[in-house]
């Protein structure tokens, strides 16, 4: 049973446009959220989080939305650069709890 | 700092023979766990520590086996390598185990 859902394999985005990259969960116990991205051949680097007791956080290009009600979050890149081509997994996690529960992935490439 | 470090990068093993997969780092965190990713699978925990002398299960313990003896060292053991355990395997490490998790870079193998 997967968790956390990145229904999305691959993304192609033109260069300087925004990139969305979502994800849904469906255990509500969740309440901190994380995106990873990775590069071939190298581990996960985080990226950005969000506790359940926001709806928004944002750290330069990159911007992390938590819809609780739905149980979604998306990650939102602007604007765009070849840089940011790479595999990018959401995790989820009870704050109390160290285990983290990672997505499938979503296969994101910026076209020039 | 050299970060957390994973040797092998990659391995072969034929199905019975045991290995292991060594993972370091030089950060002085206290929390470290291994996972594996999978094709379609995401990043699945399999064993993590708290601390020295302290490991627990994690997702996917079966055919595994790990121990703290140090806090830098964090080793996991392949009894009788099966073809089900052809994977990648992370290490990572974090401060607490609320804390952001940094990751190796990886070690990929292949049990024939």
């Known amino acids: 049973d997967q968790q956390v859902k990145q229904n999305s394999p691959s993304l192609s985005v033109q260069e300087g446009r925004i990139s969305i990259l979502n994800c849904d969960y469906t255990?509500?116990?969740?309440?901190?959220f994380l995106w990873y991205k990775k590069y071939p051949a190298e581990g996960p680097t985080f990226l950005i989080s969000?506790?359940?007791?926001?709806d928004k956080n944002e750290d330069g290009r990159f911007t992390v939305f938590l819809n609780k009600s739905a149980k979604h979050l998306s990650l939102h890149i602007v604007p765009s650069q070849p840089g940011d081509s790479a595999v990018y997994f959401c995790?989820?996690?009870?704050?109390?709890?160290?285990?983290?529960?990672f997505g499938t992935g979503t296969r994101l490439t910026i076209i020039p | 700092n050299a970060g957390v470090t994973q040797t092998p990068k990659f391995q072969v093993l034929k199905t019975g023979q045991s290995m292991t997969l060594q993972c370091a780092q030089d950060?002085?965190?206290?929390?470290m766990s291994w996972y594996r990713q999978d094709p379609g699978m995401g990043l699945r925990l399999i064993h993590y520590?708290?601390?020295?002398?302290?490991?627990d299960q994690g997702e996917v313990p079966n055919g595994y086996n790990v121990s703290r003896s140090t806090t830098e060292d964090f080793p996991l053991r392949l009894l009788s390598a099966a073809p089900s355990q052809t994977s990648v395997y992370f290490c990572?490490?974090?401060?607490?185990?609320?804390?952001?998790?940094?990751f190796g870079p990886g070690t990929r193998l292949l049990v024939l």
């Open positions: 990572a490490s974090s401060l607490g185990r609320e804390e952001t998790q940094y």
């Open positions: 255990n509500s116990m969740f309440d901190y």
């Open positions: 969000i506790s359940s007791i926001k």
């Open positions: 995790a989820a996690k009870n704050f109390g709890n160290e285990k983290l529960t």
């Open positions: 950060m002085n965190h206290e929390y």
């Open positions: 520590s708290v601390g020295a002398g302290i490991t």
